[in-house]
Structures are given as C-alpha cells and as structure tokens.
C-alpha cells in the first residue's frame, strides 16, 4: 500500500492516500479523504525534470531513485500516479522508464525553464489538487509568498469566480493558476490591475492558438463569443497600502467539450483551434505578459494599459449592454473608459454614469 | 457623544461630525456656527434620533441634548443613508485642525472607524446567499473579514484592524461606497 505523503503549505500538514491497484496501472485516489493536497513534492517535480531531459532513453529506475533520493518503490508509485494525470512514461521490466512524449504538467521546473530571470513566477507552488489557487496564494505570508510567486494547480475542487460562484476547473485541462503581487501601489490605485491581466492572457493567447480573444469588461476573456477565461483579482490591503493582490487566472485550454450546462457559454482553446494546445506554453507565455504589462503600468501609469485594452475590446464603446448590478438590472450603451479603468455607460434614458463594479453582458 | 453607552444606541461621533460638516455648508469663516446651522443641526439630530451631541471647534462649543429617552424613539434606526456624495478629500470640509481636546479624544478612542480604501461597490456576504460576514452586535477579532469592496473585478476583503464589537454597519449590502466612507464602527474590547 503507498501513502503519498506531502509536506503541507503553512499551517496544515496533510495526507493523501492512493490505493494502487495489484498488477495493475490504476491509481485511485481515495475519495474519503477530502482534504486538499499539499504543495507537489519538489522530487516528484524533479522526477518530471530528469525523465523529461532524457527523453525517450531509458532511465534507470535505481538512478532516478538516488538522484533524487527515494526508494525505487516510491519511485515506481510517482510513476503510475503521473500516468494516471496523463503522463506518457512506459516502464520497462527490470530496466527503467522512459518518457515518450513531454508532459503537460505544469511542474515548477518546467515553467520555470521558460521564465529567464523575471520576478513573475521566481517561485511557483503546485498542486496536483486544491480547492483554490486563490485561497492559498492570499494565505502566503510576506516570507512565504513574495511578489511574483505564482500557485498552480492541476485540478481545483473549489475553484471559485465574482461572488462566490464556481469555476469549472477539469483535470489537466485548463490552467488554473494565482499570482501573487505586492505591488507599491495605494489599494484605490489597484483595479487597473485587472485589467492589465486581461490584455496579458489576451497576448499569451494570440501568442500560443493563434486567437485573438475580445475582451469583455473588465476582464473576461471572449472567443467567438463565448469565455474562455476568466479572472478573479482577491485584495488584502491597509486603506493605504496593499499587502498582497492575487490574480485568479483561469484559461480553457484543452476542454474536449465543456459540461452541457456551460456550453452556450464557455470554450477551451481546444475547441476553438481544432488542435490540442501545450498548457506549458500558454501559461509560460501568460507569466512573460503578465510581468512585462505590470511593468508597464508602474512604470508608465494607467494610460497605456487603457489605451491597449479599449484597442482590444469591442465592449469599450458604443457596444449595447446589459448591466447587472447587486442593486439593479438595466440596459446601456459603453462609452469607453475612464482614467482608472471603470466603464462608461449611458443608461437607456439616462445621462452618463460610471460602472465601477457589476456584471454586463451583450445584448444583441 | 454621551449616549454611546446606552445599550445598542451608539453613534460614531465621526459619522455625525461628517455630518454636521456637510450639512453645515455656509460655515462662518471663522469655522463657528451660525443660527442656521444650529437649526439645521438640530432638525438633522432629530432626524437620526440622536439624543446628545457635543461639537467644539474653534473656541466654539456646542452642546445639544434632546428630550428623554423615551422621546427619542426605542427602535432608533442605527444605518444612515450614505455620505457618498461629498468626497471627504474636499477641503471645504476637512476637519479643522484644532490641538487634541479631551472630548475628540476620548470620541476617537471608543468607537474605531473602518472606512473604504477604494470606490466600489460593498458587500456584506461572500456570496449573494451566504450569511454576511458579520452583523451588528458580533464581537470580532483583529483580521476577521467584515466585508467585500468590489471594483473591476478587483474584490477587496476587508479585514478588522481592532477587536471588539460592531456598534454599527453604515452601509447595506449592494451600495455603491466612495473613497474614505465609513464603513464599520467597531467598539474596541480592550481601551489602552
């Protein structure tokens, strides 16, 4: 029987069992435990790293055990536990493993070897599971998450959108990822922020499909209409000074097909593009946009930020919405963008007004 | 402020300051207070069933106390309508800038204000159906999350900066909230 054991983020020490089937290549996760999993064993990561810089030859299993210093069996259960995630590694009897195909995981390694020097993604934490990127990456104190860290998981049991609702985070198929800034900004200077993110994942993915996605106020990213990201920014600050802002950055990648219920309103890369799309590309992609529009805007102010993103969206003007507010429902037609980010509206009826915080839809 | 003690009839002597200020426009330009305004502070004290308030400013001191308790109303409503309209940046209405008096003192001690860091829209729960963080009454502690200030899809979870009990919630769920509003009044549980 193995136990998988993990070191726990922060406070919380946590197990996770696996039941690996006699003789056989499944892996179970079980399902009575519910807690969410520590952070990937750095080996586990190192594991990945090894058999992806030898790939396709044949490692032996007694060598990657002592580099990177478990048993072989504990080896062997790494093993079967990343081919359950999808991971193409064929064991050969009495000799080794070998890679087949590079694996789409966001193991930090891996993304880290895209990233060169930049402050964005210096440190990254993954998970195999969690209930939220969001919830750890604002849990990390100063020492434990500073500026740039980025959390990532691979499936998210609780991942969450604006005001509490849920986010459709598949195995494997999607990025699910928090950044984690502390940037020298006052808090009511921050919400240019996501906007900033948006044109970032905007340009990861013209970048990497080919797309070039519309962007719908503030930040949900569009592909023939439907979304096929989104973005939670969570803050903690002072009245006036932030201590930390997490950018929730969820992307469809390799959704085969989305669940009935999201159909008419969601989309994957994958079925946009007709091609499975590298995840590790998109998100490496995502992290170099990210650090190079957060530069721009602390070194150059709100301006250029808003004046990419009104070039990027067809919501920032003359576009027919509907505005749903907690307060209020009405329709309104955008008149672009106001120095700090917030949407200008005329109200049917109505003068000009500013929307500074609501949800708004097309309406055709 | 006197009543602040009176048993779920507390007011944050800051609200009411804001107020007077803001109603109180045609200030003479020695900061004091002509009859109008007394008149209006009073018909505003009224209106929010205020029973005693004390305002010094500028070698002037006013006192108004209004008639017994049983006068002023059981079930006084303890939310006010929101502030928002004038930015508490504007200079016409800053605070005057008097040495520390024994009463401002004492005002600012008991009662902790929580105001907005942003212009947003406030949210008392997590979620459209959950229960609200916290409501009138509750004993918080340092870092518990009292509320939502949601701008952009920025949402900003703020915390308690003191422990102690929340006298009052200025603001309803789905408001919008300007810069520096009040948000919270939180009695602290221990005074130094």
């Known amino acids: ?364 | 402020m006197r009543d602040r003690r009176e048993g779920g009839r507390d007011f944050s002597s800051e609200g009411v300051m804001d107020m007077a200020r803001k109603r109180s426009k045609r200030e003479t330009p020695e900061g004091g207070l002509g009859l109008k305004e007394i008149k209006e502070l009073i018909d505003l004290l009224k209106d929010r069933q205020v029973a005693e308030f004390e305002l010094e400013k500028r070698g002037t001191k006013i006192r108004i106390l209004r008639a017994s308790p049983a006068e002023r109303g059981a079930n006084a409503p303890l939310s006010l309508p929101p502030l928002a309209s004038i930015p508490e940046s504007d200079a016409r209405f800053a605070p005057p800038p008097a040495a520390p008096r024994a009463e401002t003192v004492e005002a600012s001690e008991d009662l902790y204000i929580i105001k907005s860091p942003m212009v947003g829209t406030f949210y008392g729960s997590p979620a459209p159906n959950a229960p609200a963080f916290v409501k009138q009454g509750d004993v918080v502690r340092v870092g518990q999350p009292l509320c939502i200030i949601e701008a952009m899809k920025l949402m900003n979870e703020i915390e308690s900066e003191v422990a102690g009990e929340v006298v009052r919630i200025y603001v309803e769920n789905g408001q919008p909230v300007e810069y520096g509003e009040s948000l919270f009044a939180i009695k602290p549980s221990h005074k130094k």
């Not at chain 1, 990027?312 to 672009?336: L, P």
């Not at chain 1, 500013?354 to 055709?364: D, N, P, R, Y």
Request: charged residues 25%; aromatic residues 4%; contains cysteine.
């Open chain 1, 1 to 364: 029987m193995g136990v998988w054991e993990e070191r726990a983020c922060g406070h919380r020490t946590l197990r996770n069992s696996f039941r690996l089937g006699r003789g056989k290549d499944s892996v179970t996760v079980d399902s009575a435990h519910r807690e969410p999993n520590g952070p990937t064993d750095h080996r586990v990561d190192r594991l990945i790293h090894l058999l992806a810089e030898n790939a396709m030859v044949i490692v032996p299993g007694p060598k990657i055990a002592s580099e990177i210093g478990v048993s072989r069996l504990r080896v062997w259960q790494w093993v079967e536990k990343l081919r359950a995630l999808g991971v193409d590694i064929q064991g050969i009897p009495a000799t080794g493993y070998l890679l087949r195909t590079l694996p789409d995981i966001l193991v930090p390694s891996l993304v880290r070897a895209e990233l060169g020097g930049q402050e964005i993604g210096r440190k990254i934490l993954h998970y195999f599971k969690t209930e939220s990127t969001n919830d750890l990456a604002l849990g990390l104190s100063p020492r434990d998450g500073p500026h740039g860290t980025v959390v990532l998981a691979e499936e998210q049991t609780a991942g969450r959108g604006r005001l509490g609702r849920k986010w459709h985070s598949e195995k494997s198929s999607g990025i699910y990822s928090s950044t984690l800034l502390r940037p020298p900004l006052p808090p009511s200077a921050a919400a240019v922020l996501t906007l900033a993110a948006a044109l970032a994942v905007r340009e990861a993915i013209r970048q990497t499909a080919g797309l070039a996605p519309d962007i719908r106020w503030p930040n949900d990213l569009l592909v023939n209409g439907k979304k096929v990201s989104g973005i939670l920014t969570e803050m903690k600050a002072e009245v006036d000074r932030i201590h930390a802002v997490v950018l929730g950055i969820g992307v469809n990648v390799n959704h085969k097909a989305l669940p009935a219920e999201l159909r008419s309103i969601a989309t994957s890369l994958r079925i946009e593009c007709g091609r499975p799309i590298s995840r590790l590309q998109v998100l490496a992609a995502l992290l170099k946009e990210l650090e190079r529009h957060y530069r721009l805007l602390l070194d150059r102010g709100n301006a250029p930020i808003i004046e990419r993103w009104t070039a990027a969206s067809s919501y920032a003007t003359g576009k027919r919405i509907h505005v749903r507010k907690a307060s209020e429902e009405f329709n309104a037609v955008t008149a672009g963008l106001d120095g700090g980010g917030a949407l200008r509206i005329r109200r049917d009826g109505g003068g000009e007004e500013l929307l500074v915080a609501g949800e708004i839809i097309e309406v055709k």
